[in-house]
T-cell receptor, first 115, second 116 residues
Framework: DAGITQSPRHKVTETGTPVTLRCHQT?????MYWYRQDPGHGLRLIHY???????DKGEVSDGYSVSRSKTEDFLLTLESATSSQTSVYFC??????????????FGNGTRLTVT | AQSVTQLDSHVSVSEGTPVLLRCNYS??????LFWYVQHPNKGLQLLLK??????LVKGINGFEAEFKKSETSFHLTKPSAHMSDAAEYFC??????????????FGSGTRLSIRP
């Protein structure tokens, strides 16, 4: 257990509404990530953070924003949800920082449905 | 360019028979390679990792993988399948020399089914 909690675990929302997903970690790791998982695509990086207030975009960042005001919390916001953002969202941490040898550790995911 | 190809989207084996899940990668560097397993409605769990030490890597639950640079492969094997191995498996490549997350690439996954 990597000490990662994602909330909510499930959410149904309507097109055009804002949605915020939360990732909370208990181990003070510097690097945190948001991925989305869709059938046939594996996991794709949305945004990541390398410290408080330090974030950067991933390969599928359009329509998403993030914030990290505390080490332990990394928030993902869909400013105006669209049906194409229906997906399972995973938060991950990387205990050994930026080393490419360090594996990611994942939360249990948030299933988001946009109707 | 960096890429990962999982050659089978679905593999079905009988309980007690060997498992082979195939992964080919492309990298300009000396990458690290990982296999993850995902059970239904769960997050991804690390099975094993290759980080330029021994080419044969042993992981949890009896799985192992062999890094073959000449074939650019990192296939996952298990001698005898168990019903609890039914899950989705992901091959992942991570390159050095980039920012902290921009070059971690996931394969599209292989769903492993186990027949009784």
């Amino acid at each position: 257990d990597a000490g990662i909690t994602q909330s909510p675990r499930h959410k149904v929302t309507e097109t055009g509404t804002p949605v915020t997903l939360r990732c909370h970690q208990t181990e003070n790791h510097r690097y945190m990530y948001w991925y989305r998982q869709d059938p046939g695509h594996g996991l794709r990086l949305i945004h990541y953070s390398y410290g408080v207030k330090d974030t950067d975009k991933g390969e599928v960042s359009d329509g998403y924003s993030v914030s990290r005001s505390k080490t332990e919390d990394f928030l993902l916001t869909l400013e105006s949800a669209t049906s194409s953002q229906t997906s399972v969202y995973f938060c991950a941490i990387r205990p050994s920082g930026s080393s490419h040898n360090s594996p990611l550790h994942f939360g249990n995911g948030t299933r988001l449905t946009v109707t | 360019a960096q890429s990962v190809t999982q050659l089978d989207s679905h593999v079905s084996v009988s309980e007690g028979t060997p498992v082979l899940l195939r992964c080919n990668y492309s990298s300009s560097y000396s990458p690290s390679l990982f296999w993850y397993v995902q059970h239904p409605n769960k997050g991804l769990q690390l099975l094993l990792k290759y980080t330029s030490a021994a080419t044969l890597v042993k992981g949890i639950n009896g799985f192992e993988a062999e890094f073959k640079k000449s074939e650019t492969s990192f296939h996952l094997t298990k001698p005898s399948a168990h019903m609890s191995d039914a899950a989705e498996y992901f091959c992942v490549v991570s390159d050095p020399g980039y920012s902290s997350a921009s070059k971690i690439i996931f394969g599209s996954g292989t769903r492993l089914s186990i027949r009784p």
